[in-house]
Each structure stands twice: as structure tokens, then as C-alpha cells.
């Protein structure tokens, strides 16, 4: 039957008074035309070839070309004043990074060197390929935890470190191939099943779990667990009190701490200091490292750095498995870091691009970040991505292109050739001072607080992912995130709401009664509105849970000796599409309610087509179906109709 | 601030001369009743305790250990006239099933009697704990296939025949966990997961798979391909074609396939004479083996049955696998098969209730399966479900409980105890020709069609389960239309619609100007309805198909000299919630529009809470959020509003 038989037979007989307009039919799409729509809604829906249309040929590879390596493209607009705010940030974030890189190699227990080096290479890459003007590139604590607990879940790092740093470099190729692969397929938008409350509980998790795992350079203490949850870290601190707790090295962090934590304070309190709070980190090594020196405190049981090795990175292609049991496991962690990667990266570019109002694209942002990491496995680096205080660091310094990052690698480098030896004396307490003052800021317990007041679910999740970081480790943490997002999922598909109507007095507006308190029921007509599609994920629980008003409305009304119902009316305006379980299940209601009626009203123009499809208007009756509720009750129960 | 505060300062504002009512807020349901409520839709969603409700504790427990056992509730009210139709229906289902087992147990790779055995045991079990008073049970074709391909992949059934028994079992026992564990859990809507179409697909396709593999006992060739692929056995078909045919084998083998399906047309064209079609099978049988018996067919070549264990079931709980490699591979096949096996039980349970009637607890049902199968593994049984061609004759010989399936299972007894000896001549092409016929009506067409008809998607789904099964394998099957259900279930939550809003004339009722060609846009805002709750999963995809919304008509404007959008409205009817990441994309929005305005219409109350509890009212302004698009158009554009 089609859409011009609907327009005049069905619906003329339910043209009501007062709404002179039919319900529209939009034109029957083409089934190509409806697929490649749909096609272009799912993967391509920013619009990423907009530019591209109405241009010459040769324009055209220039601007894919520009695509690929956004560097092409800025860099002709570059002129002295942009270069002085990003020399101004890099040196800044430079001053920044160096000491946190030295600890944060220590998180993913890997020589200090290591942390330098995924420094310098991945933000060159970063800086020729990626599109966020204020991101800043380089090891993060919560990617170096993440990848320090896998990776010694499977070698120990101390007694056998070359393989260690072997499947380190496995993880990060096969995390830069994944990051890539997803952007290249454009399957970006599975980084937002990792929803916003439980990105904030996992952080604020590893937060502890890291700083927790810094009493061991704070303290001083040799003999440490290796398990990152709560209690193993604890039981570790206080067995060691009697004889591991070196009170020079508490004295050093302690105060370097509280200098630190100062300097950040001074920072938040107000705009203008942030620089004060950006070379703290500096100024303490620099401080530590020559009060060390002059004291020999290292004679008196401070432990330090000793040794960072010289000279730039070297190639690291031939230390990557490429075949036995090591491949399969560093392909599986470096998926799921990656992935954490990922989530961190996206997260930094889109806030900075909000505020500076540009746009990114960010499956072209995962290209340029797995490219990135890939080159870095290969360059004797570990995965890299954006660091959240480091790209505000860079965006208050006043950055104003990737060229901060560019700077900034240059700095390194100078440190890696020269600088390096100077670090010898540099006491661990200050690293881990360094790496605590850092990642406090990642404890939000004020978006905590607004999850709580705004969604108590997305709180479960906040806590489950907060508290399976803190009482297990980073992976179960992790796990319980994405499973509770899933199940918020899932509830949503599987369990929609239904809502009996009633007709506010005086009107023909059918509202929730329990949202209106006037809204009157009508006698012997039960009416629910249906606020979600049809599919098969939800189509037995909506028949059931019809079925389910039905006899509760039974029971009530013959407790109360009234009539029974004889229609009942399903409202569908909410329901934007229904499938063949969808259609099932209206045909199995239709028969489950024998002798009473089944009535739809204001079936969108999606429900309309497939309900004359499947042949199911000539299940119900043509008669049965109304345009709006109001209609439908005019039908069904004229008396009630004018009289209230 | 309270909800009271909403009633009266900010809506005031926007009270519109023609709607008098405010919108209403429901009354903030205390955290523990929400929750609880949440999870009572989720899991009990059908009611099961509703008969419990005010009774005394006595009676409670009767009324629990008859949820447990039906029959101690149905078999009170038995009388003389039920037992007559569950008499003589189970005679008929006896007389097709018989057969059927001895088949369906090849198919399988197991010996003739374990097909007998799994109608004797589980069928009485059943009796006592299901709910469904047509369907009828035994081994099925298409979990027989499935269980055959998956067990034949770990051990050869042929070379190690005991071991491939012991797995069977195994896997059996797994099966019988996995369903009883869904239903007492009540997670039966996991099995909606495996959508109707896709269903039709993979039953159409085992169908064929099934057919094709009967070629083997239908032509009589000895050397066949284990495969179960389209190209397979068409490679082993023809390849044997020259020397492997046994031209006695195919007389015999077509004669009563043609016979048979003589028979089922006849039983469908008149219902009256189903039972034509149903004892068609014995007939052939006996006929066919008495034709064998007179002409010694079987030393011309005619393969035949030649040995039926006799007696009844031997236990075999010492033979079940409770250690070692075997346990893991046994537990993944039981898992698998045994929810392919849920879903066809529950599909029979839920067609016949809907057609007669009555109410079936869908977990229930799964937990009578789960024990009839555990009980099957320990007494020589494979999985034994529900089986359609069975249950649709159970019913149109006017079975009226459960008893069917006992007078059916103490037929399968005797004719273990004293018939086996007399199958020792069945041709094994008669067997193939009974399985043909049988699957034959799993192929279900017309339903295809209809779902090509009614929602291309789902055609898409169900085409991929039917070559996945027909060119691959029953599990690469499985996996296709598993994995197709979750890609729709992906796009449902992750792109949802959104409309661009036009008024129409005259009316203050604005709607999609793709289905409405005579509704105006409005000059300087741009309308759009955002068609779904607002959750982590499509809260970036919808602020950025916002964003590309106003550029789109940037564009359009600027093109026509005319003056671009101040003002972005968003109707949020549809929204019927939104978590944190929903109210950070709003922010976000928010901060992108810069110069234009931001502004709400038509929020839900659940929708309402949260944009006041998450402080969004005040960033975006009270004035800027109104009940109706009417209301925001007088507002924004009064000249406008008027003239139209």
C-alpha cells in the first residue's frame, strides 16, 4: 500500500476539527540514498571532506596532503609574535617535563633515560601531524602506571630488564597501531563508551595508587610490594617502619614537597603565577641535586638517580617481538593502554579546542597520536600522549601552535646530549615529591561531588572505577569502568519507560499523571506512552510491561467494582523506529488482548510505513489507528470526551 | 535550588496565554525507591512474586514449591477429558519423534540410541518444572548440527568415539548450567540479544547446512567431507559422483522423500489431516525397512542402521569431564549451544502462550531446560530443547498439558526396552529423507521477505547469519548475526535523529520540515529536536551534529546574502534523560556558540533536575530555557511569531 493510499483512506477518516494538517509522509528515500546517509551519520559525521567539495583536482591532493601533516597548513601563517609565545610555553613545559619524565620512567620501571627520550621524538611527530594547537605531548603518569603494572605482570623488570624493555617496546608499537587504526576506520566514537564519571574515578584512582607508590622514594625504603592496591602498599609502608624509613631522605621530600605543593598554590590563587608553579619541579632538582652533592647525603643512605645514560635515543626496531608468547602479550596491553592513551589525548584536545574555539578532528587526532607512538617503538620511546598539566601549563604560558612542543623537544634533546650527568645526584624523595605534587590535581573530587548531585549511576560508576583502582589494581579499575558504562547501556536499550496518561481538565492535552496531579484517567480506556523505539533489544519487555498496566489497571478498578478496560492505547509519539521483533511484539499484544482493543496513537511517519509493510494495520483496523490521543479517545470513549 | 523555586520564578516568565499549565514536576523520589524501582523493571519485570502478595506463610511456601513444580498445580485440575488429547497427541509426537532421535542423533555424530535416550529422560523432567503446555522436547536439528560441528572440532568422533561421547556429555551438563544459571539470575533478556531476524537467517541457513549433509546418506557415499560449508560438500558430492552414487540407495531415499513431502503438503493445505503428515515418517520407516528385510538391499550396497543399543539410559555421571582440557572446551560448547538452545524454547513457549493464551515466565522456563539437561548429562542425554515441528503437531493434536511430553517419553522407553532390534534394517537414506522434510520448514521465506519489507537492516542481519552458516560454519553463523544485533543495538545509541524544526502557518506548532514541505524556518534561529536521552555513548556526536546543523545553514545563509543564526534552539522533548557527559556536551555547546545564544525548549522534568542540579541554569541564563518552541520563538523573534 503506499504513502498517497495512506494520505487519503486511512487518515481522512481521523481528521479531527481542530487539526486540519495530516500527519506528513516524508518521500521513500531510496534504499541507497538511506544508507549511505546513515553511513555518513555513523562514521563520517563531523564532515571531515567538507572542504574538499567544488575544488580542483590538484587543490584537492593539496588539501589531503595538508590533511595528513597539518603543518603544511599553519605553517605558512607563522610569523614572530606566534613564535615567541611558543617559545616562551615550550621552554616552560620543557622545565616541566624533564624532572617528570625521569619519574615517570620509574612508574613504568624503566631507566630514567627512556622517560627523556619518549620526550623528544613523539612531539616532533606530533607537531608535523596533529591538529590541537595547546596539547602537550609526552609520558603521562597514569599511561606509565598502567603500562608498569601489565608489563610486570608478565616479566620482572629487575631480573630480567632487557626483555622487559623489549615487550615494553612491543606494548607501544602495538598501541600506536591501534591508535591509528581506529582513527584511520574512523571508529573514534568507541572512546566514548568510556563515559566522563568514570574517566573521573579511574584518574582519581591511579592518583592514589600512584602517590602511594611514591612513599617508597619518600621514605626511603628498599623492600617495597609490588602490587599497587591499597592495602599490599600500606602493609609494605609500615612493616618497614622500624628499620627502613631513612629520615634524611623524608627531611629532603618532605620539604621539597611542601615547596612544591606552595608553588602550585600561589599558581591556582592567581592566573599570573603560573609560572612560579611551572619551574618549581626544576628548581627543586636543581636545588636537591646540589645540596646532595655538597652534603654527600647519598653516603648517608639518600638514595638518587646515579646514572642516566647519554646521547639521544637509538633505534629500538630489532629489540620488538615479532613472533612467540611475548607478541600476543604486549599486543594485548598495548591495546588497552593505548586505548587509556587515547582517552586521555581526545579529552585534552577537545577542552582546549572549546575554549580557544577551533575545531579538531578526532579520528585525525588518533592518527597522528598512533603514528606517533609507532615511530616512538622504534625510537626507543614508550607511549606518549597528552598530559593534562603540562597542555595547561601550555596553554597559560600562551602557546600558540605545536611549535611549543617542537621547542620543548629541542630542550630535551640538549638534555639528553649534555645535561644528563648532571642528574647523578638528583635524590629519588624528589622525584617522587615531583610526581605526587603532579598528580594530585588529577583527585576531582569536585566533579565528583556534581556526579553525585547530577546522576547517582554515573556515581556508581565514578566509585566502582575509583575504587577498583585503589582495593585491586589499574586493570580491574579499569574493567569495572567499562563494565558498569556497558550495564548504563544496556539498561538503556533493554528497559525504557512507560507512562500512563490522563487528560488535564478543559484541554485535549493527555499528560503523565504522575507528573500532573489533575490529569483525569479515562473510564474503561488505558493509555501509555511508549518513549523509546521498538527494537528486539526491548520489544518482549514493552509487550510485558504493556500487558503488566493492563492487569495492574484490572486489579485496581475491580477492587474498586468500575468497569474493565476495553481499550488500550498506546501513544507513540516518542517511538522513532520499530523493527520486525518491534512489529512481533505489537502482533502478539494485538492477540494477547482478544476480546478488549488495541488502539495506536500518532505513530510517527518511520512506524507508519512499517506498520503498512508488515500488513499489521490490517491486523488492528486502519480504524484503530488515530493521529492523536485526543482523537483516539474522541473514538473510543465519546461521552467522556465532552464531558470533561 | 528546589523544584518549588522552578514552579514559580523562572516559569512565570514564560507562562504563554494559551497554556495555563506550568509544566509539572514530579515529586524527587528518595534515592533507595529509585533504585529499587530500577532494579524491579530490570529483573522482575513480568511480576513473579505478584500471586504471593498478602498470602499466609503457608501458603507462601505451597505457592513456592509450585513455581518450582508446576505440575503439583496443573495436575489437580487434570480430568479424563485432558488425558484423552494429551493421549493422543503424544502418540502422534512419539511416532514423528522416533525417527527424528534416531537421525538428529547422526547429526550429532552419535550413536542412533542417544537420540532415544534424550527423548525418554528430559521430556519427564520437563513435565514437572515447565510452564508451557504445548511444546514439545527432544534433540532438535539445528543444535544437534551445531553441538556435531563444534565437538567434531575438538575430537574425532570417529577415531575416539568414547572420548567424543564423554565431551558430549560434558558439554550437555554445561549447557544445562548456563540455562538454569540465566534464569535463576533472570537475565533472560540476554537472549532478546539474538534479534528475530537474524534468527530467520540462521535457522534458514542450518536448514540448508543440514539438508546438504544429508546428501551423504541420501546418495550413499562413503567418503564425505567433515566440513559443513556450501562448497564442501558440493566439492564431496561430485567429486564422488562417478563411482560413490548408489543408484538403490537414491531410489529408495527419493521415493520417500517425495512421499514425505506429499504427506506435509497435505497436512498443510487441510489442517484436518496433520496427522497425515506427522505419522508419515513411521510409515516410511516401517515400510522401508521391510522392503530392505525382503530384498537384502543392504549386500547391494544400501547402507543401513544395522545396530541399536537396546535398553534405556545408562547413567553416565562418572563419564562427564570435571578436570583437565576437556572441561574448558566441553563448558565453551555447553555455553553456546545451550543458549542457541534457550532461544528456541523460549520462542515455542512464548508463540503458543500468546496463541492459547496463558502466561509463561520466560526465567522459569530456563531453569526447567537448565535441570532437564543437567539431568540429561548424567543419564546418557544430549541437549534436548523444544523443538518447532514437534510442538507445532503436539498442538494441532490437541495436547493440553505437559502430559503429552510423558505419554511421548514412556513410548521412547518401550520402544527401547523391546522395538530397537526391529530398526536393524533401516536404510540410512530413509533417515536422511525424514531430516530433509524436517528442516525443510525451518526455512522460513516468507518471513524473509517481510523483513525485507518492513526494516533493511534487519534483512541485513539475517542475510549474514544465513551465508555466514551456508559458506562458513554454524558458529561463524552465530557470530554474524550476534555481532550484526550489537552493530544496530551500537547505532541506536551512539547516532540518534535529530530534526530541523519549521513553523506551520497559522499554528503554533512547529515541526520537521523534511515531512512537513509548508512548515517555515524562522529567520535567525535555528530549531532542532534532539531525538533521544542524552547519555556518555552520543553526547559528543550530538553536540557535534549541533554544531554542523547551524555551519550547514551558515553556509546557505551567507550564500543567500542573508543574515546568519543568533539563535540555537534545541527541542528536548524527546530527551527523557541526560547524564554528566550529556550536561558537559551542553556546556560545551554552550561555550562554542560564543556571540549566539543558546536555548532550550520543552525539557523534561528528569531533564529539568539535572540542568539545575549541575548549575547549567545559571551558565546558560533561566530566561533561556521555555515549556513550548512557541514560547522561545515569541521570545527570540516576536516579529516573526506574529506574522506568521
Redesign the interface.
Known amino acids: 500500500m503506499g504513502t498517497d493510499d495512506m494520505d487519503t483512506k486511512s487518515l481522512s477518516s481521523s481528521l479531527h476539527r481542530t487539526s486540519p ?1 495530516k500527519v ?3 518521500p521513500k528515500q531510496k ?1 541507497w540514498k ?2 549511505s546517509s ?1 553511513l555518513k ?2 562514521f563520517f ?3 571531515p571532506l567538507r572542504s574538499f567539495k567544488d575544488q580542483s583536482r590538484s587543490r584537492k591532493l593539496v588539501l589531503g596532503i595538508q590533511a595528513v601533516f597539518p603543518i603544511l597548513e599553519w605553517a605558512r601563517g607563522y610569523n614572530l609574535a606566534k613564535f615567541k609565545g611558543d617559545l616562551i610555553a615550550g621552554l616552560t613545559i620543557a622545565s616541566l617535563c624533564i624532572p617528570q619524565d625521569i619519574g615517570y620512567a620509574k612508574l613504568a620501571n624503566l631507566a630514567p633515560q627512556y622517560g627523556l627520550y619518549s620526550s623528544f621524538v613523539p612531539p616532533l611527530i606530533y607537531a608535523f601531524m596533529g591538529s590541537s594547537r595547546d596539547i602537550a605531548i609526552g609520558p603521562v603518569a597514569v599511561v606509565s602506571l598502567l603500562l608498569g603494572t601489565m608489563l610486570q605482570n608478565e616479566i620482572d623488570p629487575i631480573t630480567n630488564a632487557h626483555d622487559y624493555l623489549r615487550l615494553a617496546f612491543t606494548a607501544t608499537l602495538f598501541a600506536g597501531i591501534t591508535q591509528a587504526t581506529l582513527g584511520i576506520l574512523r571508529l573514534g ?1 568507541l572512546i ?6 568514570a574517566i573521573v574515578g579511574f584518574m582519581g584512582g591511579a592518583a592514589i595508587t600512584i602517590a602511594l607508590q611514591q612513599l617508597k622514594g619518600f621514605l626511603g625504603i628498599k623492600k617495597f610490594t609490588k602490587n599497587s592496591d591499597i592495602i599490599s602498599v600500606m602493609q609494605s609502608v609500615f612493616s618497614s617502619a622500624h628499620h627502613g624509613w631513612n629520615w634524611q631522605t623524608i627531611v629532603i621530600g618532605a620539604t621539597f614537597l611542601v615547596f612544591l605543593l606552595v608553588a602550585k598554590h600561589i599558581g591556582k590563587k592567581n592566573k599570573k603565577y603560573f609560572w612560579v608553579a611551572a619551574i618549581a619541579p626544576l628548581i627543586s632538582v636543581i636545588l636537591s641535586t646540589f645540596f646532595v652533592y655538597i652534603t654527600r647525603a647519598d653516603e648517608k643512605g639518600v638514595q638518587i638517580v646515579k646514572h642516566i645514560e647519554k646521547g639521544i635515543n637509538s633505534p629500538s626496531l630489532d629489540q620488538i617481538y615479532f613472533s612467540g608468547d611475548y607478541l600476543l602479550k604486549g599486543a594485548k596491553i598495548g591495546i588497552v593502554a593505548g586505548m587509556v592513551a587515547l582517552t586521555e589525548a581526545v579529552a585534552i584536545g ?1 577542552t582546549f579546542a ?2 580557544k ?1 577551533y575545531q579538531i578532528d ?1 579520528n585525525k587526532e588518533m592518527v597522528a597520536l598512533g603514528v606517533m607512538n609507532i615511530a616512538g617503538s622504534m625510537t626507543s620511546c614508550y607511549i606518549a600522549t597528552g598530559s593534562f598539566s603540562r597542555s595547561a601549563v601550555n596553554f597559560m604560558a600562551g602557546c600558540q601552535t605545536a611549535v611549543s612542543n617542537i621547542v620543548m623537544s629541542i630542550v630535551v634533546l640538549l638534555t639528553l646530549l649534555f645535561i644528563t650527568p648532571l642528574f647523578e645526584y638528583t635524590p629519588n624523595a624528589i622525584l617522587s615529591s615531583i610526581i605526587i605534587s603532579a598528580v594530585i590535581s588529577l583527585i576531582d573530587y569536585d566533579a565528583a561531588i ?2 553525585w ?6 556515581f556508581v560508576a565514578c566509585m566502582g572505577a575509583f575504587f577498583g583502582v585503589v582495593f585491586g589494581s589499574v586493570e580491574i579499575g579499569l574493567l569495572v569502568a567499562v563494565s558498569i ?1 556497558f550495564a ?2 544496556l ?5 525504557p ?1 512507560t507512562a500512563l496518561l490522563g487528560k ?1 481538565p478543559r ?1 485535549n ?1 493527555y ?2 499523571i ?4 489533575e490529569a483525569t484517567k479515562v473510564p474503561g480506556v488505558l493509555i501509555i506512552r511508549v ?3 521498538i ?7 514493552i509487550r ?2 504493556l500487558l ?1 498496566w493492563l492487569t495492574d489497571e484490572d486489579e485496581q478498578l475491580k477492587a474498586a467494582g468500575l468497569p474493565e478496560i476495553q481499550f488500550l492505547t498506546v501513544e507513540m509519539s ?1 517511538v ?1 523506529d ?4 518491534g ?2 511484539a505489537l502482533e ?1 499484544l494485538y ?2 488482548l ?1 476480546k478488549r482493543s488495541l488502539v495506536l496513537a500518532n505513530p510517527g ?1 518511520v512506524v507508519m510505513d ?1 506498520l503498512y ?2 500488513k499489521l494495520t490490517n491486523l488492528i483496523g486502519e480504524d484503530k489507528i488515530f493521529l492523536t490521543v485526543a482523537d483516539a479517545i474522541q473514538t473510543c470513549s465519546p461521552k467522556f470526551a465532552e464531558d470533561v
Chains 1, 2 share one sequence.
Open positions: 494538517y506528513g509522509v516524508p534504499l538511506e544508507f546513515t551519520e555513523t559525521s563531523d564532515d566514537f566514548d563508551f568510556l563515559s566522563h564519571a577537545r572549546a575554549m574555539d578526532g556534581l556526579i548531585k547530577i546522576d547517582k549511576f554515573d558504562s548504563k547501556l539498561l538503556q536499550v533493554t528497559r519507560r488535564i484541554t492535552v499528560r503523565n504522575l507528573q500532573y496531579p518513549d523509546s523505539a527494537y528486539f533489544s526491548n520489544s518482549n519487555y510485558e510491561r503488566r516518542p522513532t520499530i523493527d520486525t521483533s512489529i512481533h502478539e492477540k494477547s482478544q511517519p512499517k509493510a508488515s
